[in-house]
């Protein structure tokens, strides 16, 4: 069998896969599984654009993905005017006063680079000065708005805009969050990079659930618009009524259907798009330079290559990804929820999925994202059948057996774990390897 018909082949499995849950539970849980595993394939590729290309390991996923999902409500939820008018633009103008301190500090380091060591004290004064300053312009502002109906409101809301221009600004909010990182960050060991990118991540999720004025902060913000249509309008077509009588389905199942293969056709269209430019650029001259990079960086260097400078690039870039299939995921959900985003869990996740598919091979993390992300959500059920069917002999009184029942949901972290130690073992480079070209 050749490469191309066995990357075929497991793609049909897992296709199969979800297919099957879709004739045994029902097709409304068949699709929400497709649905996220195609953004979890989109942000597996982001990774695999940061480890798989040039070796940078990145433990701040979910801080990234966060910012995504940030500019969901900055872009679609509606301004709140009462909060405007009371303190917007004084909050507004506190952040560009933060903004223009570290401008200010930036340019006082570059020009106190004679000073050696001394130049540390007066960008540390710009610093301190430029951020007491913010906080004394921003600080009433934000016990202002916070203080306007907090239970229904308490924050400034967004532009009003289609949510999916959010997808787009949620890839540059993270590509300019990972170009601050990077600069920091990306000139240290690359055990050190992934605690300061985790650090980092860490910072950025306690800023989001603590700024009610601009997050709401772990209130969540609630009823985001939707790209697709809603079931309840759906319902009311004429044509979606004859369409269900002939087929035997409930109208309300139907719509639903209909939705989450809208969700799927957007999704799979990023994808697709995002999956062909990391191709191209792997293929391309700078790809070969990047893995050229990964494997020896010292004889990069000799042959006239910055490291540091490419680093960054496919760092940026990576992020841009995941930001947007942050992004995706809320307009999935239909609601911005901070305290969702687990660096620990959910980067731990990813990880599994690039490992899985296959480090440096952007179609192995594609199918690292749908194989790991459909074994997390189905463990649970499959769990407790295979608990039911090992105690079906055991008396049903039996405290055992309501243990080994009860805890059946605890299977989602060993599956995890199994799944990883086979793969490792029987195909230690990954379901679909790199290809050395």
């Known amino acids: 069998m050749s490469r191309t018909q066995k990357n075929s082949l497991l793609f049909l499995i897992m296709l199969a896969m979800v297919a099957g849950v879709g004739i045994v539970q029902s097709w409304n849980v068949a699709l929400t599984i497709f649905n996220l595993c195609l953004i979890s394939a989109i942000m597996s590729l982001g990774v695999n654009i940061q480890w798989g290309y040039a070796g940078l390991f990145n433990a701040g996923v979910m801080g990234f993905a966060a910012l995504g999902g940030l500019a969901a409500i900055i872009i679609s939820s509606s301004p709140v005017a ?4 009371a303190g917007g633009m004084r909050a507004i103008l506190g952040l560009l006063a933060g903004l223009f ?3 200010i500090g930036i340019f006082t380091w570059k020009k106190t680079v004679t000073l050696e060591k001394k130049r540390y004290w007066p960008t540390m004064v710009v610093a301190v000065v430029g951020y007491a300053l913010m906080r004394l312009i921003i600080d009433p502002a934000i016990s202002t708005i916070e203080a306007i109906e907090p239970a229904k409101t308490g924050y400034l809301g967004g532009f009003n805009q289609p949510i999916l221009l959010s997808w787009l600004v949620g890839g540059i909010f993270a590509a300019a969050a990972a170009w601050v990182v990077g600069k920091i960050a990306l000139g240290l060991r690359s055990d050190y990079l992934a605690i300061a990118t985790l650090g980092i991540s860490e910072i950025i999720i306690y800023f989001l659930k603590n700024e009610d004025w601009l997050t709401r902060g772990v209130k969540n913000v ?11 309008a759906l319902q009311q077509t004429a044509w979606l009524q004859s369409w269900t009588d002939n087929f035997g389905l409930s109208i ?12 799927a056709g957007l999704f799979a269209t990023v994808l697709v798009i995002i999956l062909w430019l990391s191709e191209t650029a792997l293929r391309s001259p700078w790809g070969r330079m990047m ?3 990964r494997d020896n960086e010292v004889a990069a260097s000799a042959m006239g290559k910055n490291i540091t400078w490419r680093h960054l690039q496919v760092f940026v870039l990576g992020s841009a990804v995941i930001g947007m299939a942050g992004a995706m995921l809320t307009t999935l959900d239909g609601q911005f929820t901070p305290s969702s985003y687990q660096p ?5 996740l990813i990880w599994v999925m690039v490992i899985v598919g296959g480090s440096g091979n952007n179609f192995g993390a594609v199918l690292g994202g749908f194989v790991i992300w459909f074994f997390w959500i189905e463990a649970e059920p499959i769990g407790l059948q295979l608990m039911d069917l090992i ?3 055991m008396d049903e009184s039996s405290p055992l057996r309501a243990h080994l029942l009860e805890n059946a949901a605890h299977m989602r972290l060993m599956t995890m774990g199994l799944i990883l130690l086979l793969v490792l073992r029987f195909a230690p480079r990954g379901l679909i390897p790199e290809k050395k070209r």
Do not use: M, N
């Not at 009462?82 to 008018?85: D, F, G, N, P």
């Not at 609630?222 to 309840?232: A, S």
């Not at 620990?344 to 731990?348: E, I």
């Open 82 to 85: 009462a909060t405007w008018e």
């Open 101 to 103: 301190a570290i401008v």
């Open 222 to 232: 609630t009823g985001l618009p939707r790209p697709v249509p809603y079931e309840i």
């Open 252 to 263: 309300i199942e139907a719509s639903s259907i209909l939705v989450k293969l809208s969700y």
């Open 291 to 293: 893995r050229a990079i």
């Open 344 to 348: 620990l869990r959910f980067t731990f």
């Open 391 to 393: 105690t079906s002999g």
